[in-house]
């Protein structure tokens, strides 16, 4: 046994019998962490305002050959992101954030690209960038990391390339088709257009802050969402809840 130190942002908390907290970190060098933070319900004294959700964290900790969670012994505050979610929207998107990580990061298994990809989206969220495109930006990232993102010039059902990008279409688990397929299947496919074709080159270039498009082509259940969330989503074999909430957030008609 013995006491380990990294940096991670806090993911989620949840409560363990009347006074303790079981928190998940995604840390820099030891992937996903989860462990017991002991009396963090009962005082805030040991702990503070440090285990808020998305706040950049140093944790230290006790391990033990056979423990599932790791025992909490410390965790001190590097930068906290907690005033900026009093906003709903930015609230919301710091949720999607946290869920996507949660389902992506393993145990023991570092990956310092997320992991630099988060304090980017967090910074551009802070810098009051257009929400839903640091959403976007974020999604693009997570999958073009992890070797997922999908190919805009061959079909996903007969594999026939696809010469021109406005004739790729995304259906509704985010896979891209060809117009044939589109057609096949009965025109239930969304066309890629010049706000998505546009995001998908500045996103592969620029920084989150730096992205020129139409903020209509990032908008909740758009294509640009339906093609990355729905690859996510179907990659983690799970649906991500907390985008109801930014859907919410983010104005009438958005929700659903």
């Not at 006491?3 to 942002?9: F, I, S, V």
């Not at 056979?66 to 505050?77: A, F, P, S, T, Y």
């Amino acid at each position: 046994m013995g006491q380990l130190t990294d940096e991670g942002y806090v993911l989620r908390t949840q409560p363990l019998g009347d006074a303790d907290l079981i928190v998940s970190f995604f840390t820099l060098g030891h992937g996903k962490l989860r462990g017991v933070a002991r009396s963090a319900r009962r005082s805030r004294k040991r702990f503070g305002s440090a285990l808020e959700p998305l706040t950049h964290v140093r944790v230290a900790w006790t391990d033990a050959p056979g423990r599932e969670l790791v025992r909490i012994e410390g965790v001190e505050n590097e930068r906290s992101f907690a005033a900026m979610q009093s906003e709903p929207a930015l609230q919301a998107a710091c949720a999607v954030i946290s869920e996507v990580c949660a389902a992506f990061a393993h145990e023991e298994q570092p990956d310092p690209p997320a992991f630099r990809l988060v304090g980017a989206v967090l910074n551009a969220l802070e810098a009051r960038v257009d929400v839903a495109t640091v959403v976007r930006y974020f999604e693009y990232w997570m999958l073009r990391i992890h070797g997922l993102l999908p190919e805009l010039d061959a079909c996903g059902r007969c594999s026939a390339p696809i010469v021109a990008p406005e004739a790729a279409y995304v259906e509704a688990a985010g896979q891209v088709v060809c117009r044939s397929c589109d057609t096949a299947a009965g025109h239930g496919g969304r066309r890629l257009g010049p706000g998505e074709l546009a995001f998908f080159a500045d996103a592969r270039v620029h920084p989150p802050d730096r992205i020129a498009i139409p903020q209509t082509s990032a908008r909740p259940h758009g294509t640009l969402e339906v093609l990355l969330r729905g690859t996510l989503e179907s990659f983690a074999e799970a649906r991500f809840r907390s985008y109801r909430h930014l859907a919410a957030a983010l104005g009438p008609g958005s929700a659903g």
